[in-house]
């Protein structure tokens, strides 16, 4: 008897004691739970937010690259017409400029200077003095030349009607008229001269058809341009 009470009192404590623990185990499970929830709205709320942002980076960079591609459409397109304005510009100075070249040469633009006649008939005008050695018998010389006729005052030559560049010549080898002979002599690198030359140094009583007259006199503007 004292036995079975023994027990039936130690089985009585193990369940009292058993039940006097379940309470504290729920709260420590109730507790766990609630931190698992926590953890798992922490995760979620930062995959959320990184989400976010990575998307609102993303559209940052968009828009600045579209940003970046307008500013580059803009400048080129500015450029472009920046380009186009410099050519028309450019365009129409050259067309002033050939205007202008071909208006000045149609006749012959007024002088001031000296007029010195040499005793062959020839006559020139010293427009402006070059520098360095002057031409002689024997140099060679590269020149920028018009010509007119003096009876009408036309032009019937000019080294810019041929693509501007200087004619060549030897002075003293026969390549010229006398009158350019004669009329080179004592010019210097810059220097610009009117020679005024009459038949008997030009081309004579023949002329030189179909372009110049017989017996005609002759006007050129002359710029040394070397002499060697």
Do not use: C
């Not at 080129?76 to 028309?88: D, E, G, I, L, V």
């Not at 030349?145 to 004619?167: R, T």
């Not at 080179?184 to 690198?189: A, D, E, N, R």
């Amino acid at each position: 008897m004292t036995q079975t009470v023994k027990g039936n009192n130690t089985q009585k404590g193990q369940g009292t004691l058993q039940k006097s623990r379940r309470p504290g185990q729920r709260q420590q499970e109730r507790i766990l739970r609630q931190q698992r929830r926590r953890r798992r709205r922490l995760i979620w709320t930062s995959i959320i937010v990184a989400a976010v942002v990575i998307v609102l980076a993303s559209l940052s960079f968009w828009q600045y690259q579209r940003i970046l591609a307008q500013q580059a459409a803009a400048k080129q397109t500015a450029q472009a017409h920046a380009t186009a304005t410099a050519r028309a510009h450019a365009t129409a100075t050259a067309h002033v400029e050939a205007t202008a070249t071909a208006q000045a040469e149609a006749t012959p633009p007024p002088v001031s200077g000296k007029t010195v006649t040499l005793p062959d008939g020839l006559k020139y005008i010293d427009i402006k003095v070059g520098t360095g050695p002057a031409a002689k018998n024997g140099s060679t010389v590269s020149v920028q030349y018009i010509g007119w006729l003096a009876s009408n005052h036309k032009k019937f030559d000019s080294s810019y009607d041929h693509g501007g560049q200087p004619y060549q010549v030897t002075i003293g080898q026969g390549q010229v008229i006398p009158g350019w002979e004669v009329g080179l002599v004592g010019m210097k690198v810059g220097g610009e001269r009117r020679l005024i030359i009459p038949p008997s140094l030009a081309y004579g009583a023949a002329g030189s058809p179909p372009v110049i007259p017989g017996n005609a006199t002759l006007i050129f503007d002359i710029t040394m341009v070397s002499v060697q």
